[in-house]
């Protein structure tokens, strides 16, 4: 399993720790082939984090700053943008912090957007009700009808190879990030 990065692993420390503190029990369980795990803090959905199979999506040295490239994880039809921002930001990954993936499914309705503003760092307006979300504000609501962060995707990079390890935040349409979800790679 690809590591993740030491953001993502005390956040899920606190996750557990916090949910033990109340006495709720952690979902922990494999209920898709390449599903590893899930750990929420307490019963906010927004806290969920998904661990999949990691799968391998882009080049580091191939990344353009602003240039977004698309990826489904983590399963078929669930589609991503990976970016590299000008420069580092508070949920950023890799080596300079300033790699993001966020889903491209708006979390009001679930329309798919596709417009990413390099200028501006963001995605939208969603083509149905105008939501626009900031990549380098964790996928934050800026406009719109949404009111949901867009899930964000948790990246290991190792050497020149970026990988998708997990999700945080659950997918439109998914009242839980494991359950009917078959990997990307579970075809393969
Ligand atoms: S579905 Fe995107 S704003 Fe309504």
Known sequence: MGRMTRREFLFLGAAVGA???VGVVVPISITARDTVGVAGEGSSPGALV???RPERIASLADLEVGV???FDYPAPGQTNY????AGPTATGQGPDEDLVAFSRICTHMGCLIDDYNAATATLGPCPCHF???DFAKDGGVILGQATQNLPRILLDVEDDDISATGVMRLIYGYNNTLLDVASVG???
Do not use: D, M, N, R
Request: net charge positive; proline share 5%; glycine share 6%.
């Open 19 to 21: 949910t033990a503190a």
């Open 50 to 52: 998904g661990v999949f």
């Open 68 to 70: 977004p490239v698309t």
């Open 186 to 188: 579970s075809s393969a």
């Open 82 to 85: 990976l970016v590299k921002l």
């Open 131 to 133: 939501t626009t979300f």
